[in-house]
């Protein structure tokens, strides 16, 4: 007879004959210990990535980061035999710098049986940044419609990158790039502000005096270099500071 289509028969019986039975069925072989609840991989991947969302979202806050981010929690062995754990279980990154790309989470149960496992994650933030939109030849200025922007994730772009468009405007690239390339802040140099063989103003100041007169560059120069100037009137060479396209500035 099966033993175990007699059980399902007897179960609409009384209480009292089943708790007969199930005796008599440990005496058989049958195993009438009960099975041991266990922490499921699930529950270990819920745990990180609630987590992660928390810590970086926090991250993002505090440095002021502006962007999205994905969490993908890697894959865990099925076969995972970890006891179930009495308290809510602890998390922590193990490392200290920001909470993005490649990161492991350490999670532990620190009651009953206490056991710890390391969890693996990718964090990608996802950034507007700033491309080229057509090629560039070498030192050609950085204009509006040069530029555009789109999303990236910025993990992956580890020569850095730029997020406002102001940061590339007016300044000339240092090599060719080419279309749809991110603009980087090492391929960026300011654009001369003045060139030799411009006229100039120059703006002498004194305290609250100034006076203005007519001169040429001898140098090229970007906003805020100081280069070599000659006043058109006295002809004298004198060493002024640019502060606009056209503009240089001297002390009296």
Request: charged share 20%.
């Amino acid at each position: 007879m099966n033993i175990f289509m007699t059980l399902y028969r007897l179960w609409p019986m009384k209480h009292h004959t089943l708790a007969g039975v199930l005796p008599a069925l440990c005496l058989l072989g049958y195993s009438c210990t009960p099975a041991l609840a266990n922490t499921l991989p699930e529950e270990l991947i819920g745990a990180t990535e609630g987590f992660l969302e928390y810590t970086v979202d926090d991250y993002l806050q505090r440095s002021e980061i502006q962007g999205r981010h994905e969490i993908r929690v890697s894959a865990l062995d099925p076969r995972l035999n970890l006891a179930s754990c009495d308290e809510d279980l602890t998390q922590s990154l193990q490392s200290s710098g920001p909470p993005l790309g490649r990161v492991t989470v350490k999670v532990s149960c620190e009651s009953g049986t206490p056991w710890s496992i390391f969890v693996p994650a990718q964090v990608s933030l996802y950034r507007e940044v700033v491309i080229l939109v057509r090629p560039l030849k070498r030192e050609e200025v950085i204009g509006l419609g040069d530029i555009g922007m789109v999303e990236k994730d910025v993990g992956t772009l580890g020569r850095g990158y730029l997020t406002d468009p102001e940061q590339a405007l007016g300044r000339k690239v240092t090599r060719t790039l080419q279309a749809d390339l991110v603009l980087t802040p090492n391929v960026l140099q300011l654009a001369d502000a003045v060139h030799r063989g411009d006229q100039v103003m120059i703006i002498a100041r004194s305290g609250n005096i100034s006076v203005r007169m007519p001169g040429e560059a001898l140098a090229n120069g970007v906003l805020g270099e100081q280069i070599s100037v000659r006043n058109a009137g006295s002809k004298r060479v004198i060493r002024a500071r640019i502060i606009g396209p056209g503009q240089v500035e001297a002390e009296l």
